[in-house]
């Protein structure tokens, strides 16, 4: 599971946007709409991030309609010390891209 999960976050072309959704859920439980104003993305490209991470066990949607809340999912919880390496090898790699 762990080279799965480093794929989705690390090596894959999305891995930076998840990586913020996630430190992002991290903070608080939200709606699409709202990490899309937050983090400046369209709301497609969010709804698209979450369902990946939702497949991966990482995130769960309060409910089934437009609005729902998502937030993490308790078991990458009980794990966020190795999720959290992940998510700052990806949020580093991107920024030195950047520069």
Request: hydrophobic share 35%.
């Amino acid at each position: 599971m762990y080279a799965r999960i480093r794929w989705l976050l690390v090596e894959s072309k999305g891995g930076y946007m998840r990586s913020k959704i996630l430190m992002l859920l991290k903070e608080r439980p939200t709606n699409i709409n709202q990490i899309s104003k937050e983090l400046g993305i369209d709301y497609k490209t969010v709804k698209y991030h979450l369902s990946l991470l939702e497949k991966n066990g990482l995130v769960k949607r309060l409910g089934m309609r437009y609005g729902d809340v998502y937030f993490i999912e308790d078991n990458a919880y009980k794990h966020w010390d190795e999720l959290y390496t992940l998510i700052k090898e990806s949020l580093s790699r991107n920024e030195t891209k950047i520069i």
